[in-house]
């Protein structure tokens, strides 16, 4: 449940098993153990359990009022989401992973593996935490996009195949002569067969077309997310200002605006593997796609 959609109830049931966490000990269900001792003593005298009760409506109307409190719930309530969200996401890449052919993830996991391997062999503990709160960011978005396009390439070259369009260019060109043969003086109705399936047979070799260029364009892509993500690793090694490097990190992730872009618009390159993803060019919340 998000923050706007919590409401006064929300916050009372939160105060009712609320569980602070005490030195040594952990979270205790202290509202509860208060109840049960109340009750237990009200068994030797009922008023206990008026006082019990007067007790736990003040508790409950201050906590539940507290701004600290209200605070604190929506906060927890925040990373419970971010959490779920989290497991949804590895579902998701789990999904994508498992039907890739065994090139294409070992190729993704040499990726995210040099990113992580990268991060660890870092020796200074505040150059770690430059690539850990900056750097990660970007490579985080690379990650996805990475997976996303060979998830499209691996698509596109099932359908892109060399004798499947020799077959139809053969094709068009017996039907071209066909429709020469046959003069102006032909039968309309077979003229007019003739000339739809020439249409067809154009528009196959288009899409054939259309889909070859867009492997040129994955394939090219791919290298160049793979090089930039060295560059950030090598950046971040030589950088001494966390600004100046999320400033950097900014400006090169900003370049695959128009790779999200195609992504969104082709998403129907992606339906095969049924992730559940509206918005193929949106990356999922960083620190999820790692490992």
Do not use: C
């Not at 929506?74 to 999904?95: F, P």
């Not at 003739?194 to 892509?221: G, M, P, V």
């Amino acid at each position: 449940m998000s923050e706007e959609e919590l409401t006064y109830m929300d916050f009372v049931k939160e105060a009712f098993n609320a569980r602070p966490k005490l030195k040594l000990i952990g979270g205790l269900p202290l509202n509860w153990m208060g109840m049960a001792g109340f009750g237990v003593l009200g068994i030797l005298n009922p008023g206990f359990w008026l006082v019990g009760a007067g007790l736990e409506v003040g508790y409950l109307l201050a906590m539940s009022h507290s701004p600290r409190f209200r605070n604190y719930v929506r906060g927890r309530r925040i990373q419970e989401a971010k959490k779920a969200r989290a497991r949804n996401w590895r579902e998701r890449q789990e999904v994508i992973l498992q039907n890739l052919g065994e090139a294409s993830q070992a190729r993704f996991r040499a990726f995210v593996n040099r990113i992580e391997n990268a991060k660890a062999d870092r020796g200074e503990e505040e150059l770690v935490g430059l690539i850990g709160d900056v750097a990660d960011d970007g490579l985080h978005m690379l990650r996805w996009i990475h997976l996303k396009l060979l998830a499209s390439q691996e698509t596109l070259q099932r359908q892109v195949d060399p004798g499947v369009r020799q077959d139809l260019k053969s094709e068009l060109d017996e039907f071209v002569r066909r429709v020469e043969a046959l003069g102006m003086q032909g039968d309309s109705r077979i003229r007019h067969s003739l000339e739809s399936t020439i249409e067809i047979l154009r528009q196959r070799l288009k899409n054939l077309d259309d889909a070859q260029d867009n492997l040129t364009y994955i394939d090219s892509e791919l290298r160049r997310i793979e090089h930039q993500a060295e560059l950030i690793i090598e950046e971040a090694a030589l950088a001494t200002d966390a600004d100046q490097l999320s400033s950097r990190i900014d400006a090169v992730t900003s370049t695959f605006n128009e790779t999200q872009e195609w992504m969104r618009l082709n998403k129907e390159l992606l339906l095969e593997f049924d992730t559940g993803d509206d918005d193929p060019g949106r990356p999922p919340p960083n620190r999820v796609m790692a490992g």
